[in-house]
């Protein structure tokens, strides 16, 4: 049984009565109708009118693709007026709202934003994931939201990847089982029956196995959120392709089909088993040819072998990268077996090619039907026809102290116990004296990470949660000294027992955060080694999207602990770090001792083993 058909029998419609329903409404619909469908627009880039006037069958918010002012109300009144409006066409077929909740609701201001991928791969913990997906989905839903871009089941094969945090590990059926959890909270009715939310694997395939290109890239860095359509010339390019930026991101996956399917078709198959209605191709390309065009993957492989019967979108404006011709770029794309396009600028410059090319031939009617078959499919099967508005009383559940609960969880099952030497941790809660130090430990733009609010996620009080600071004053007790700052520039006799480095990556997303190097940068080394001078144990957290190179570093470090990326409640960091709850989190990825053991082969062609193994994390 398909996932879809499956999805619609917990509803109480057979198997054909779907189908009876699908055609009878495809029966009725013109070319228009059929074009709007399959086209999805990003949020600023339309009006609700607009959405009747062209049948837009869906409408997204790119990262950062937010309302103003960005509160839940807001987001709901907007998502409501796109639906309503689609609501008032001649068929009255709802649209679909799309979003990139892949740590929770995560534009939102007020959501609840999770550990990101890395940090729930250390976890290992599947009823956790499953849960997490639960809460997000009755977030999503608050705001009326239908889809989300998530789970990523890629399998990070290289570190240097501005997308490793957007994976749960290299360990393939771990991601499978973590995928598959997501998808289930996900898709799971909402128990206040707001209607279920739509799972989406991305992407698809074997994004992760991407190789390093030393030529300076040539894509465009693509926009994203609530930018104004940009002319060509205007698209940035990378901020510093010193650092690396968009030189592994959207890349060139060179491996067998043996290999293709082993470690990066599996988590698809397991997310699909578990109620995924849709999957997103991947800009990457499969031994030089781009899999928005890749027909065997896409259709011989995905939806034939495999008999995936829901829907398959684009990435943000990927089949531009197809062909200097536009019609080209639409007619590869279809025919290779794309069913919705995320445009996302310019709806009617692709809904007036796409009428083009089925009018001379290059793409066949019965190609549109099929697409268009499957849309209406997914959303017959997501209950949009029965509930095209989720319950409004849900907004009170946004951000709610039992949703924080749930992260704050995920936060103390994500750390991973690397070192820790001279019984370092747990920590006293009668030491008469504690420094802390590193902007990241009272930051929480930079303990959340990209896709946090904006797209690339930034510094600052983004949003609401609990910093590692105000956890560990909330956890010591009041007796402790404790001093903070953020540079560890301490008043001169500022001396303690133990001392606290909270060290961080620059929140980033996608190709920007691609590097050459995972080094610590020489001011995270300086700012390491003026606090090493002030205490008797040194205590480091790392804030990352990925392993660091730190052997160099190790010998001043009495205790190690990787907190990768933890959302907005990390004030589970001190519910560990005070012994209130063990160290139970394994690494998710091997540890590299240096950037010659980057990528994966190169670790595994190594003489030397890893700093620590993938699965490796002490206990407390
Ligand atoms: C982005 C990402 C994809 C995301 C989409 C919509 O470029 O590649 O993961 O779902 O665009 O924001």
Same mark, same amino acid.
């Given at each position: 049984?398909?996932?879809?058909?499956?999805?619609?029998?917990?509803?109480?419609?057979?198997? %054909?009565?779907?189908?009876?329903?699908?055609?009878?409404?495809?029966?009725?619909?013109?070319? &228009?109708?059929?074009?709007?469908?399959?086209?999805?627009?990003?949020?600023?880039?339309? /009006?609700?009118?607009?959405?009747?006037?062209?049948?837009?069958?869906?409408?997204?918010?790119?990262?950062?693709?937010?309302?103003?002012?960005?509160?839940?109300?807001? @987001?709901?009144?907007?998502?409501?007026?796109?639906?309503?409006?689609?609501?008032?066409?001649?068929?009255?077929?709802?649209?679909?709202?799309?979003?990139?909740?892949?740590?929770?609701?995560?534009?939102?201001?007020?959501?609840?934003?999770?550990?990101?991928?890395?940090?729930?791969?250390?976890?290992?913990?599947?009823?956790? #994931?499953?849960?997490?997906?639960?809460?997000?989905?009755? /977030? $999503? *839903?608050?705001?009326?939201?239908?889809?989300?871009?998530?789970?990523?089941?890629? #399998?990070?094969?290289?570190?240097?990847?501005?997308?490793?945090?957007?994976?749960?590990?290299?360990?393939?059926?771990?991601?499978?089982?973590?995928? %598959?959890?997501?998808?289930?909270?996900?898709?799971?009715?909402?128990?206040?029956?707001?209607?279920?939310?739509?799972?989406?694997?991305?992407?698809?395939?074997?994004?992760?196995?991407? /190789?390093?290109? &030393?030529?300076?890239?040539?894509?465009?860095?693509?926009?994203?959120?609530?930018?104004?359509?940009?002319?060509?010339?205007?698209?940035?390019?990378?901020?510093?392709?010193?650092?690396?930026? @968009?030189?592994?991101?959207?890349?060139?996956?060179?491996?067998?089909?043996?290999?293709?399917?082993?470690?990066?078709?599996?988590?698809?198959?397991?997310?699909? %088993?578990?109620?995924?209605?849709?999957?997103?191709?991947?800009?990457?390309?499969?031994?030089?040819?781009?899999?928005?065009?890749?027909?065997?993957?896409?259709?011989? $492989?995905?939806?034939?072998? *495999?008999?995936?019967?829901?829907?398959?979108?684009?990435?943000?404006?990927?089949?531009?990268?197809?062909?200097?011709?536009?019609?080209?770029?639409?007619?590869?794309?279809?025919?290779?077996?794309?069913?919705?396009?995320? #445009?996302?600028?310019?709806?009617?410059?692709?809904?007036?090619?796409?009428?083009?090319?089925?009018?001379?031939?290059?793409?066949?009617?019965?190609?549109?039907?099929?697409?268009?078959?499957?849309?209406?499919?997914?959303?017959?099967?997501?209950?949009?026809?029965?509930?095209?508005?989720? =319950?409004?009383?849900?907004?009170?559940?946004?951000?709610?102290?039992?949703?924080?609960?749930?992260?704050?969880?995920?936060?103390?099952?994500?750390?991973? !116990?690397?070192?820790?030497?001279?019984?370092?941790?747990?920590?006293?809660?009668?030491?008469?004296?504690? *420094?802390?130090?590193?902007?990241?430990?009272?930051?929480?733009?930079?303990?959340?990470?990209?896709?946090?609010?904006? @797209?690339?996620?930034?510094?600052?009080?983004?949003?609401?949660?609990?910093?590692? !600071?105000?956890?560990?004053?909330?956890?010591?007790?009041?007796?402790? =000294?404790?001093?903070?700052?953020?540079?560890?520039?301490?008043?001169?006799?500022?001396?303690?027992?133990?001392?606290?480095?909270?060290?961080?990556?620059?929140?980033?997303?996608?190709?920007?955060? =691609?590097?050459?190097?995972?080094?610590?940068?020489? &001011?995270?080394?300086?700012?390491?080694?003026?606090?090493?001078?002030?205490?008797?144990?040194?205590?480091?957290?790392?804030?990352?999207?990925?392993?660091?190179?730190?052997?160099?570093?190790?010998?001043?470090? =009495?205790?190690? #602990?990787?907190?990768?990326?933890?959302?907005?409640?990390?004030?589970?960091? %001190?519910?560990?770090?005070?012994?209130?709850?063990?160290?139970?989190?394994?690494?998710?990825?091997? @540890?590299?001792?240096?950037?010659?053991?980057?990528?994966?082969?190169?670790?595994?062609?190594?003489?030397?083993?890893?700093?620590?193994?993938?699965?490796?994390?002490?206990?407390?």
């Amino acid at each position: 049984m398909t996932a879809t058909a499956e999805s619609k029998r917990q509803r109480g419609l057979s198997d %054909a009565e779907v189908a009876r329903e699908v055609d009878h409404l495809l029966s009725q619909m013109t070319l &228009e109708e059929k074009a709007g469908q399959m086209t999805m627009v990003e949020n600023n880039s339309i /009006e609700p009118a607009q959405v009747a006037e062209y049948f837009i069958g869906s409408v997204l918010s790119g990262g950062g693709g937010n309302p103003t002012p960005n509160t839940p109300e807001n @987001w709901r009144a907007m998502v409501c007026a796109f639906q309503k409006a689609a609501l008032e066409t001649r068929l009255a077929i709802p649209l679909v709202y799309g979003v990139d909740a892949v740590h929770g609701h995560n534009n939102v201001r007020g959501a609840v934003i999770f550990p990101h991928n890395i940090g729930l791969g250390a976890s290992r913990d599947v009823d956790l #994931v499953e849960r997490i997906g639960q809460v997000t989905a009755r /977030e $999503l *839903l608050a705001t009326s939201v239908h889809w989300t871009f998530a789970p990523s089941v890629s #399998v990070p094969q290289d570190l240097r990847w501005g997308r490793t945090y957007e994976g749960y590990s290299a360990d393939s059926q771990l991601v499978g089982e973590l995928g %598959a959890a997501l998808a289930r909270g996900l898709s799971g009715r909402c128990s206040d029956d707001g209607g279920s939310v739509l799972a989406c694997a991305k992407h698809y395939v074997a994004d992760g196995a991407a /190789e390093w290109r &030393e030529d300076p890239v040539a894509e465009d860095a693509p926009q994203q959120g609530s930018t104004a359509p940009p002319q060509d010339s205007e698209i940035p390019q990378a901020e510093d392709l010193s650092l690396g930026q @968009w030189r592994i991101d959207q890349g060139d996956a060179r491996l067998d089909e043996a290999s293709l399917r082993e470690t990066h078709l599996a988590p698809y198959q397991a997310a699909i %088993a578990a109620g995924a209605l849709t999957v997103m191709s991947s800009y990457s390309s499969w031994n030089g040819e781009k899999l928005h065009a890749h027909r065997y993957l896409l259709s011989d $492989l995905l939806k034939s072998e *495999l008999g995936f019967d829901g829907l398959i979108v684009t990435d943000w404006m990927a089949i531009n990268q197809l062909d200097p011709d536009y019609q080209q770029c639409v007619a590869q794309a279809l025919n290779a077996g794309i069913d919705m396009v995320m #445009v996302p600028y310019d709806f009617r410059r692709f809904i007036s090619t796409l009428k083009a090319a089925v009018r001379q031939g290059d793409v066949a009617q019965e190609r549109v039907d099929d697409a268009v078959r499957r849309i209406l499919r997914v959303k017959l099967a997501l209950g949009l026809f029965d509930q095209p508005i989720a =319950d409004k009383s849900l907004l009170e559940s946004l951000g709610c102290a039992a949703h924080r609960q749930v992260a704050r969880e995920a936060v103390r099952k994500s750390l991973v !116990l690397l070192k820790n030497d001279n019984q370092s941790l747990p920590l006293s809660r009668d030491l008469p004296r504690l *420094l802390v130090a590193g902007r990241a430990a009272d930051d929480i733009g930079l303990q959340c990470g990209g896709w946090s609010i904006t @797209w690339q996620g930034e510094a600052g009080a983004t949003t609401t949660g609990t910093t590692i !600071l105000q956890g560990i004053r909330a956890t010591a007790s009041d007796s402790t =000294d404790i001093v903070f700052s953020p540079d560890g520039q301490f008043e001169d006799d500022a001396r303690a027992a133990v001392g606290i480095v909270a060290l961080h990556e620059e929140p980033y997303a996608e190709g920007f955060g =691609d590097r050459a190097d995972l080094s610590l940068s020489p &001011e995270e080394i300086a700012l390491l080694q003026r606090v090493r001078g002030r205490c008797d144990r040194l205590i480091v957290l790392l804030i990352t999207g990925r392993p660091r190179i730190i052997s160099e570093q190790l010998p001043l470090i =009495d205790a190690l #602990v990787v907190a990768w990326l933890p959302g907005t409640e990390a004030d589970g960091l %001190a519910d560990v770090l005070f012994g209130d709850c063990p160290f139970t989190g394994k690494l998710p990825f091997s @540890w590299p001792r240096s950037m010659d053991q980057i990528p994966l082969a190169a670790l595994r062609a190594s003489a030397e083993a890893p700093l620590w193994e993938c699965g490796y994390g002490l206990t407390s």
